[in-house]
């Protein structure tokens, strides 16, 4: 008999370098095409979050004004007084971090409105930014028109609901740019503020910012037109003081 041939050793299966450099490119590749899809699918969730948390703001101006002679809620303006968001502690807005101090928060005009103090944060708010950590009011993503308060020129009142155009803006989410004192003087970050160039609309969201009406209406405003707005429309929907001809 002829001795048998012995069997082929099976074939090792294994990526060369070229394939395995190939596989990873295609990797890569499917990644960045999915990555902003992926992040535009966030934004929009946390833009829907920040929608809602505003549209119980806008109930809670209503509900606080039926409850106060029409009359607004102080807008916290330079810490002065108990306003919508807290009761003031040592001249400052407390800290959200000290158990001591919550009760200075749920003493706010709107607490008994909203009982959660999660309304009043917008999701990419995080407490590991530099914005959230460095500024000096913690409590709120969202700020007040100063206009109800004539920007500070009235110093203890404020206006009725009735007396603003029911399509201004009174509340909105603001650029912070320094860290310093009060959104007065440009340096930080209380509970209202100028509706200016420098105190502009945030920059959280991609294309713009969630801003609410005297009405309760919400709705998403571009950069853009909000800037525009400030700059050409005195009075108009941000510049909106009753008393006032230019609504400054």
């Not at 400052?92 to 309304?119: C, M, Q, W």
Request: aromatic fraction near 10%; proline fraction near 7%; glycine fraction near 8%.
């Amino acid at each position: 008999m002829k001795p048998q041939p012995a069997p082929p050793c099976p074939r090792r299966l294994a990526f060369t370098l070229i394939e395995l450099l190939v596989v990873i490119a295609i990797i890569a590749i499917l990644a960045s095409m999915l990555l902003p899809t992926l992040a535009s699918a966030k934004e929009k969730g946390a833009r829907t979050q920040c929608v809602s948390n505003n549209r119980q703001l806008g109930l809670a101006v209503q509900m606080y004004a039926m409850d106060s002679q029409d009359y607004m809620p102080w807008p916290n303006w330079e810490n002065s007084q108990r306003g919508w968001l807290y009761q003031p502690t040592g001249g400052r807005a407390p800290d959200p971090l000290r158990t001591n101090e919550l009760t200075f928060i749920e003493a706010g005009l709107y607490f008994s409105y909203l009982k959660e103090r999660k309304v009043y944060s917008c999701p990419l708010d995080r407490t590991n930014d530099v914005s959230w950590q460095k500024r000096r009011q913690r409590i709120s993503s969202y700020i007040m028109n100063g206009a109800v308060c004539a920007f500070g020129r009235n110093t203890t009142r404020t206006f009725k609901l009735g007396s603003f155009n029911p399509a201004a803006y009174v509340m909105w989410e603001p650029d912070i740019k320094n860290f310093g004192g009060v959104w007065g003087a440009n340096k930080g970050h209380d509970a209202s503020q100028y509706p200016n160039s420098e105190e502009g609309v945030g920059r959280r969201h991609k294309k713009g910012a969630v801003i609410t009406g005297f009405s309760g209406q919400v709705h998403f405003i571009r950069y853009e037109d909000f800037q525009r707005e400030q700059v050409q429309n005195k009075p108009g929907l941000l510049w909106c003081v009753p008393d006032s001809k230019t609504g400054e």
